[in-house]
């Protein structure tokens, strides 16, 4: 019996972390939280009063009990929860009153906390067909280096000759080099690395100020 509760003890205690690991990941993209209802003001009250954010065009939603499903599509912009595709609501009791418990999904939230890890490995890529770019493009210049050499030595009989020098050629290295220098030419991974910062503000913010307005837009609706 001692090992039987050991070993159920154990399972609880796994199935406890993969759960709270996996709750971590999905805050990515999911917004919890809760809205405590007003005095007075009952499930049915509370839902009807929600109900006008759910009128907006491409939105469905179902309600069961104290339970409202949502689910939106192609959402507009004028939408208060445009950056939500799916939902639930619910009204459960508590100790001080009854409150509105919300669990949220966001693919907008995911969209730009993906991105940024897809331009870092664009980046990373262009960093690595640059470094196999390098040793041809040094081959290169030292082929037209030498081609530059030949050309610029006069022939032993033209110099008997008192033939005149012919002009030094233009220095295509340094004029590759300064067009490097103005990212004419060559692989840049910066591109992909400012894009990868700018999602990933977007991600940071839309994660810190999303639950915020979500937040009082319940508060507000439930208020009336």
Known sequence: MASLSASGGETVSTSAKKGS???WITWIWHIRGEVPLPAGQTP???LAKLDPLFAHARTTHARM???VM??????LAQDPLSIVDSGTLRVDPAEQGAVLRYHLVSRAL????????LFLAVGQLTVFLGTLEKPKAEEKAKKDDAKKKDEVTLNPVDKFLGAPAP?????DKKDAKDKKKDGK???S???AYVFAGIFAALWLIGRLLEPWLIRRLFTRSLAG
């Open 21 to 23: 690991l996996l709750r």
């Open 44 to 46: 049915d009250e509370a």
């Open 65 to 67: 009990g104290d339970v």
């Open 70 to 75: 949502v689910t939106k599509r192609d959402q």
């Open 110 to 117: 995911l969209y730009c906390f993906l991105a940024p890890l």
């Open 167 to 171: 002009e030094k050629p233009k220095d």
């Open 185 to 187: 030419d060559g692989f």
């Open 189 to 191: 991974p910066t591109p």
